[in-house]
């Protein structure tokens, strides 16, 4: 998006379309967190650290929920940014969304 001045569009894209739209149709929390990581880091809403932010706030609506964090190993850092870059080639969030579970502590125990 284009910078302009008091940021009218990004308010919209971030709070009503995006945002606002996890919450109302995306019921659960782990899915609500995942989603808004893919949301955040392909909308590019700040200046610098996309993606870092996005992995933030998914983590903070996984805390909430009860639900432990997601971190990505060090080990798997590659495997992260060759799939992310797919992600925003083709917008489909599948395979990053399977990767991230199999990131989540209680998930992968199983």
């Known amino acids: 998006m284009p910078t302009t001045a008091g940021a009218r569009e990004l308010c ?7 945002a606002a739209a ?3 149709h995306v019921p659960s929390p782990f899915e609500q967190g995942v989603a808004f990581f893919l949301f955040g880091s392909l909308q590019q809403f700040f200046f610098d650290g ?3 932010t996005s992995r933030l706030m998914m983590n903070g609506v996984l805390m909430s929920a ?3 964090a997601i971190s990505v190993p ?14 925003y080639l083709s917008k489909d969030g ?3 969304v399977q990767f991230l579970v199999t990131c989540h502590p209680d998930l992968t125990a199983a």
Do not use: H, P, S, W
Request: hydrophobic letters at 35%.
């Open 66 to 68: 009860g639900i432990d």
């Open 74 to 87: 060090a080990a798997r850092a590659q495997e992260f940014n060759e799939k992310i870059v797919r992600f």
């Open 94 to 96: 599948t395979e990053m």
């Open 50 to 52: 996309n993606k870092r």
């Open 12 to 18: 919209q894209r971030y709070l009503v379309d995006g």
């Open 22 to 24: 996890l919450r109302e």
